[in-house]
């Protein structure tokens, strides 16, 4: 009778102890499983993306993009670039290692004479990809690029992107960039028109990618952004949305992969494109499969 009354307290105790211990690992199980699931969502790679502002841009221009993604755990900010007029090359910090981690790594670039022309800038964005190549061994690259820095990313492409000694870049992003000047062309043609045709009226900065356009390699992936304030203003309010997918048709015919959005309503204004949270994840979409 005693040994009755010893044993049950025990074998409750065991029980206890026994669901205590299971409970964790239950909990760590659900934790995997939901990290794997978001991790499959993105494709994570060390292929750095270099974010570049527009003309007269700074640090907050295309640095709160590169925040946001980075909180959503899309990208990591891993370096900023300060490049002075002289071409120059200093950084705010550094990697950990010599080299990129697979966190889909993003640069932000900031060109201290901010009003140059495209093609110093160009220049700029080339030595911006040395050094890279130079410091820790980049051989792939995308670039995002705001108003002036979405023409001078192309600018680049034209003249370098065939160069064999030079990073490849891979996707470029142009976000409310001014490819036909200002030029609204939607007054005299429709919109699909624009798209499968090419502007009707061209600018002579349109004129001159017409002429380099050989010198872009066909393997680069583009995604053009517009901004559309409401049906009277077809514009972002700076850049009309005719001259942001200017290049469509004249990209799609060269033999490249082009892809075009158009942001509408709130939002949609030049310096809003780059604070548009619609945006960051047509960009997250493109760059890294997000889904």
């Known amino acids: 009778m005693r040994l009755k009354k010893f044993l049950i307290p025990m074998i409750f105790l065991l029980v206890v102890l026994t669901a205590c211990q299971t409970k964790p690992q239950?909990?760590?199980s659900i934790t995997a499983t939901t990290s794997e699931k978001i991790e499959s969502n993105i494709n994570y790679t060390n292929v750095p993306t270099l974010f570049i502002h527009g003309a007269g841009g700074g640090r907050g221009s295309m640095g709160h993009m590169i925040n946001r993604l980075a909180s959503q755990d899309v990208a990591t900010k891993s370096l900023v670039?300060?490049?002075?007029?002289?071409?120059?090359?200093s950084t705010e910090n550094k990697l950990d290692s010599n080299q990129f981690s697979e966190d889909n790594p993003m640069i932000q670039v900031l060109f201290r004479d901010n009003r140059?022309?495209?093609?110093?800038?160009?220049?700029?964005i080339k030595l911006v990809l040395e050094f890279l190549q130079k410091e820790y061994g980049m051989k792939e690259a995308n670039i995002v690029g705001h108003s002036m820095g979405g023409i001078?990313?192309?600018r680049y492409l034209l003249q370098d992107s065939q160069t064999t000694d030079l990073p490849k870049v891979n996707k470029l992003v142009a976000i409310g960039s001014p490819f036909n000047e200002f030029?609204?062309?939607l007054?005299?043609?429709s919109l699909d028109d624009l798209l499968t045709s090419g502007p009707n009226e061209k600018s002579d900065r349109y004129i001159l990618y017409e002429n380099e356009l050989s010198g872009l390699s066909k393997e680069i992936s583009l995604l053009?952004?517009?901004g559309k304030l409401s049906d009277d203003n077809l514009s972002d309010n700076v850049v009309p949305l005719s001259s942001s997918l200017a290049v469509n048709a004249m990209l799609l015919e060269h033999g490249n992969q082009v892809e075009h959005v158009l942001i509408e309503g709130k939002g949609a204004d030049h310096s809003g494109l780059h604070e548009n949270q619609e945006v960051d994840e047509i960009v997250s979409q493109f760059l890294?499969?997000?889904k």
């Open 288 to 290: 890294w499969d997000k």
């Open 116 to 124: 140059n022309n495209e093609w110093e800038q160009a220049r700029w």
């Open 224 to 226: 053009l952004i517009a």
């Open 26 to 28: 239950e909990k760590k």
């Open 152 to 154: 001078s990313g192309l």
């Open 81 to 89: 670039i300060i490049v002075s007029s002289d071409g120059s090359i």
């Open 187 to 189: 007054t005299s043609q």
């Open 183 to 185: 030029i609204d062309t």
